[in-house]
């Protein structure tokens, strides 16, 4: 009797096993099903290497039902295959969660559907004023750079009630301030930095006393291309806010055109000094510095001056804060600056930041101020320029390091996440992805830089005083509207 009753514990024991095993098979199902669907979602991977990873799958979880339902299994070996497979959910959960988060940026970040203008409010470093309850029911002054100035009026008036006063000349309105300690004005952020790159005392001279961010939709128009069979231009704007905003208005202190040929696999990239001595697309008269084209008109108006420039259709454009180096290289552990020159220097943004001969390994904050050094030159911006591209040059090589995106992947999104913005779409990149993953054929990357020589004029922003500007030479960007030309032809126009 009692061996009976033995048998019958042995056999229920056994029996739990068994629907131990059915449910963990069974959630493995699900659980497959699911990351399936995700990673056909994400459209990264080849149709090749997607159906491989199906078959894989399906012959895991047939050999995985096979063992469960069969009779007789013995209980070692369910214990085995239910360890086997509890691991391989953990990884298949995690893999769903990266490739969800990886989703969720992509569509986040990517196609950009919003525009953001931000305003200061400024007044005399000598006034009274120290707080918007200050300057209750007084009248400030402004300029009209909105189509819908009613949510401009709004916007301001949803901060604090005051009368609001417009005039013509934000040059001369941000001049007056400074002396006037009754004058309160409401600037762009854009226009706001470009007074600052051209005086530099100018932040000891007023108060910011708050800001005004106004977002609206932007519509995106269809360009038309597909990036893995048709050759594009893609404009890259390193802009340098003072704030952690993308404002729409700003100076693009970087202006890199890349050329990019999927078909040949060629990347041209040409990079352009900010103070390039251009006509403003629309403008008349004075000609102005390219990176003022961002604060009179965005990505949208530098754009279109470079297109005047260089003869060609920019379709695609991918603006960047330079704030946003200092979370992207803390993020992927720092980087390694060189310095060229043979002396050490510290940083006139941040004096803490000293730079000595040869390599430097730098965290994010020195990473910035490396990027806006001039003062230690005595080329002055050209030598910023060539700083910038080093820190992203930098930055991309290691972040594309295997090694780093494994260990760094997650913080390196987050240090992206708004960060950035572009018209490019996640379909654009995700193609781009899957083109590159079918075949692994390499690129070749050429550069093909514009020069100048340095001239101290008047500009279309600043008409009234003479500012160091580059005059172009022509010769240099006739011999870039070639290459440009010559990357982007197809095979068919051979």
């Known amino acids: 009797m009692q061996k009976t009753k033995s048998k019958r514990k042995i056999k229920k024991k056994s029996l739990t096993y ?20 995700f990673i056909f979602d994400a459209n990264i991977l080849p149709f090749k290497y997607f159906m491989a990873i199906v078959v894989v ?44 988060d990886t989703i969720s940026f992509l569509k986040k970040n990517l196609g950009a559907h919003f525009e953001t203008n931000v305003y200061n409010i400024v007044v005399s470093k000598n006034s009274s004023y120290n707080s918007l309850e200050d300057i209750k029911d007084h009248t400030i002054k402004t300029v009209k750079d909105l189509e819908d100035i009613t949510e401009y009026e709004n916007a301001i008036k949803r901060k604090v009630n005051v009368n609001i006063e417009y005039v013509d000349d934000v040059v001369s309105l941000m001049d007056e301030v400074v002396d006037d300690n009754e004058l309160i004005i409401i600037i762009n952020s854009g226009n706001y930095d470009a007074k600052v790159s051209i005086d530099e005392e100018y932040e000891e001279k007023v108060n910011i006393l708050d800001t005004i961010t106004i977002t609206t939709e932007k519509r995106l128009t269809d360009t038309g291309i597909d990036v893995t069979k048709d050759p594009f231009v893609l404009y890259l704007s390193g802009i340098d806010t003072r704030s952690n905003y993308l404002p729409s208005r700003s100076l693009s202190d970087v202006n890199i055109i890349l050329a990019i040929n999927p078909n040949t696999r060629n990347i041209l990239m040409i990079h352009i000094p900010r103070d390039y001595y251009v006509q403003v697309h629309g403008t008349e008269g004075l000609k102005d510095k390219l990176t003022h084209s961002g604060t009179i008109g965005g990505i949208e108006l530098s754009m279109a001056t470079i297109e005047d420039l260089l003869e060609i259709k920019i379709p695609y454009y991918l603006r960047v804060n330079f704030n ?75 972040v594309t390091s295997s090694s780093t995106i494994i260990n760094n992947y997650n913080n390196i999104l987050a ?19 899957k083109m590159q993953l079918d075949d692994m054929r390499g690129w070749q990357m050429s550069s093909k830089n514009v020069d100048g020589t340095g001239a101290s004029l008047p500009t279309y922003s600043y008409p009234n005083q003479n500012l160091y500007v580059m005059e172009p030479k022509m010769e240099t960007v006739m011999e870039a509207i070639a290459k440009l030309n010559e990357v982007l032809e197809t095979p068919d126009e051979e």
Not at 18 to 37: A, E, F, R
Request: with cysteine; glycine share 8%.
């Open 324 to 398: 946003a180096v200092v979370n992207l290289v803390d993020a992927i552990g720092g980087i390694n600056i060189d310095s060229d020159v043979n002396y050490d220097f510290s940083c006139w943004t941040n004096r803490s930041c000293v730079f000595h001969p040869g390599l430097n390994s730098v965290g994010g904050t020195c990473a910035l101020a490396f990027a806006r050094e001039r003062h230690a030159y005595g080329s002055g911006d050209r030598h910023r320029g060539e700083n910038q591209e080093q820190v992203i040059s930098k930055v991309i090589d290691k």
């Open 415 to 433: 240090a992206l996440d708004g960060t950035f913005e572009t018209n490019l779409t996640s379909d654009d990149i995700t193609s781009l992805v």
């Open 57 to 100: 799958l399906i012959i895991l979880i047939s050999i995985h039902g096979l063992i469960v339902l069969k009779k007789n299994t013995k209980k070692v070996v369910l214990i085995l295959i239910d360890i086997f497979a509890v691991f391989f959910m953990l990884i298949e959960g995690y893999a769903i969660y990266q490739i969800n």
């Open 18 to 37: 068994v629907v131990v095993s059915k449910l963990i098979w069974g959630l493995s199902i699900i659980l497959m099903l699911i990351l399936g669907y």
